[in-house]
């Protein structure tokens, strides 16, 4: 009779975020695959968790499935962990997890941390739609293909980004979404330095430059959609028209307003009216 396969989230940075469930599952079941064995066995050992350890990682996840699916199906309990997180967010175990169920494996998720959620919720961006990108290419010119395909998205976007890549990849981010796009930037979440601003990509890029030290552990990007930039530019246009209409004639008004902002005057001319008649 098969077993089952539970899908182990473990801290990011912070173990306290270790969760009960976590620990009693890892001691549990007969045996843990994990990304990295030797990463995993100091968070085993923390806990006391003896639990016997077997590597499955990107190199070798394809080689290894059959063998772990076998176990299971002769009814030894399996966890899967990540060096860090939830397993499969940018990191390996999906091909397991695909295979077990493929054979009628039941696979158990045991929540925890994870950095883009956890990113997400305290940059102060828009989270009722969001999609995660992962990391992007490693290739600028591939790099950037990819962002302009992203550019009119309007839901809130998530990317991981290596340390030695940060600033490029911002600088790449400020050149096709615009540098007065929002975006949240979270490194080394729950760790002794962890960092967590707002700001706009181009703040971004001068923050990074001028402080080395943003440029190492783990990064997390949260980036303001399109439309949440063209409402920002639309609060500042209103802002601007509403002061300008205390002592100008709604003409005048929408005349300096597009000679400051760039905007066509017929727009600023048809908000001012529209702002005038409230």
Do not use: W
């Amino acid at each position: 009779m098969s077993a089952q396969l539970f899908v182990v989230a473990t801290p990011i940075g912070h173990l306290d975020d270790m969760t009960f469930r976590a620990i009693e599952t890892l001691k549990s079941v007969s045996i843990i695959a994990a990304e990295d064995t030797r990463t995993s066995a100091q968070l085993l050992k923390h806990f006391n968790i003896s639990t016997p350890l077997t590597a499955c990682h990107d190199h070798n996840e394809s080689n290894k499935i059959d063998v772990l699916v076998q176990r299971l199906l002769k009814g030894e309990n399996m966890a899967l962990i990540s060096d860090a997180g939830t397993p499969l967010i940018s990191d390996p175990g999906f091909k397991l997890v695909r295979a077990a169920q493929e054979h009628g494996i039941r696979v158990i998720p045991v929540p925890g941390a994870c950095a883009a959620i956890a990113a997400l919720s305290t940059v102060g961006l828009p989270s009722d739609r969001f999609s995660f990108e992962g990391f992007l290419s490693s290739k600028a010119s591939q790099r950037l293909l990819q962002l302009e395909k992203l550019k009119d998205e309007t839901q809130t976007l998530i990317f991981y980004e290596a340390p030695h890549r940060i600033l490029e990849c911002v600088k790449n981010m400020a050149d096709v979404f615009g540098a007065d796009r929002p975006v949240g930037f979270a490194r080394e979440i729950t760790k002794t330095f962890e960092t967590i601003r707002k700001m706009t990509l181009g703040e971004l890029v001068k923050f990074i430059e001028s402080d080395h030290n943003q440029q190492k552990g783990e990064i997390v990007l949260v980036v303001g959609g399109a439309t949440q930039e063209k409402d920002m530019e639309q609060e500042k246009l209103d802002q601007l028209l509403t002061r300008l209409l205390q002592d100008l004639s709604v003409k005048a008004a929408s005349q300096l307003a597009a000679d400051l902002t760039g905007i066509k005057k017929k727009v600023a001319y048809q908000r001012a009216l529209e702002l005038t008649a409230k």
